[in-house]
């Protein structure tokens, strides 16, 4: 079983920053692949990014990339999403997710074999 907690989501204007960090219980961390996704409000969740097992590989969404970065520290079990250059359009609830084992490909959403509570990032114009 693993726990995610993520944190560091808030009110940011347009064109701010934020850096949100996704923990992660338990020992074998370095065994998944881990993903953002987001639920903007009456919208059905989307794929943000993605990490390979080692932080070799990943992945992001065209809506976001050049934008927002993942990575991770595997000492510290802990993913992130640094959020730069932020729009309107990123207000959504954010998740970061698990999936078991050291493949890499774009995990589908429904794959993913655990889920955090979310992190709400709202952005004023």
């Known amino acids: 079983q693993v726990q995610l907690v993520e944190s560091g989501g808030g009110l940011v204007q347009a064109g701010g920053s934020l850096r949100l960090s996704c923990a992660a219980s338990?020992?074998?961390?370095?065994?998944?692949?881990m993903g953002w996704f987001r639920q903007p409000p009456g919208k059905e969740r989307e794929f943000v990014a993605a990490?390979?097992?080692?932080?070799?590989?990943?992945d992001h969404a065209d809506s976001v990339k050049g934008r927002c970065t993942i990575s991770r520290d595997n000492g510290k079990n802990t993913v992130y999403l640094q959020m730069n250059s932020l729009k309107p359009e990123d207000t959504a609830v954010y998740y970061c997710?698990?999936?078991?084992?050291?493949?890499?490909?774009?995990?589908?959403?429904?794959?993913?074999?655990?889920w955090g509570q979310g992190t709400q990032v709202t952005v004023s114009s």
């Open positions: 997710a698990a999936k078991y084992g050291r493949m890499w490909y774009r995990v589908p959403l429904l794959e993913y074999d655990y």
């Open positions: 338990g020992r074998t961390f370095s065994s998944y692949t």
């Open positions: 990490i390979s097992w080692s932080g070799g590989s990943t």
